[in-house]
């Protein structure tokens, strides 16, 4: 069965940074498409960051480009998401999702083609 962790979330005022993390056993990682999405109270799911199989290719939401970093380890089938210049609008619970190898751009940006997910995480950026 596939289990996806998410950590790392957590209350930072604006301008701070924070590293969410998501930890996948139960399936091949290594050759999985990862994203991170959120969700804010009222809104619907919003892609924010991709990365293929390989680690060779990252795509990010246009919200968060230049400020997020999305990376992985295949070794330790962790993939994370490195938050910097947080703003209160990136206030949400974070998921992240596990695809197939296939999946790329800009398909990954859709919710539905992923088929496991996290929990999720809070992320809580005062002004």
């Known amino acids: 069965q596939v289990q996806l962790v998410d950590s790392g979330g957590g209350l930072v005022q604006a301008g701070g940074s924070l590293r969410l993390a998501c930890a996948v056993s139960?399936?091949?990682?290594?050759?999985?498409?990862m994203g991170w999405f959120r969700q804010a109270p009222g809104k619907e799911r919003e892609f924010v960051a991709g990365?293929?199989?390989?680690?060779?290719?990252?795509y990010y939401g246009d919200s968060v480009k230049g400020r997020f970093t999305i990376s992985r380890d295949n070794v330790k089938n962790t993939v994370y998401l490195q938050m910097n210049s947080l703003k209160p609008e990136d206030t949400a619970v974070y998921y992240c999702?596990?695809?197939?190898?296939?999946?790329?751009?800009?398909?990954?940006?859709?919710?539905?083609?992923?088929?496991?997910w996290g929990q999720g995480t809070q992320v809580t950026v005062s002004s």
């Open positions: 139960g399936r091949t990682f290594s050759s999985s498409t």
């Open positions: 999702a596990a695809g197939r190898a296939t999946l790329g751009i800009p398909t990954m940006r859709e919710p539905g083609r992923f088929g496991s």
């Open positions: 990365i293929y199989w390989s680690g060779s290719t990252t």
